[in-house]
């Protein structure tokens, strides 16, 4: 058995943390992106804050 330490592991793409290999992603580890379903379910909301705040930034540059 191995140690979860020496399991492979990703960045959440939604919330940034570090999440590990799980057995269940063993077929496709290379596609996943987000460390839970919670996080799936907000990629669409997180990317339109971050669309939203780069933008309010540039505005207030232009001021």
């Known amino acids: 058995m191995r140690k979860k330490s020496d399991l ?3 960045l959440c793409e939604v ?5 590990t ?4 992603w063993e ?3 290379a596609s996943v992106k ?3 379903e919670r996080c ?3 990629r669409s909301s ?3 804050k971050n669309l939203t705040s ?3 930034i540039a505005s207030v540059k232009h001021i």
């Open 21 to 24: 290999w799980r057995k269940k």
């Open 46 to 48: 997180a990317s339109v």
């Open 34 to 36: 987000y460390c839970s």
């Open 54 to 56: 780069n933008s309010v």
């Open 8 to 10: 492979p592991s990703k």
């Open 27 to 29: 077929k496709d580890w």
């Open 40 to 42: 799936r379910r907000a």
């Open 15 to 19: 919330c940034g943390l570090s999440f």
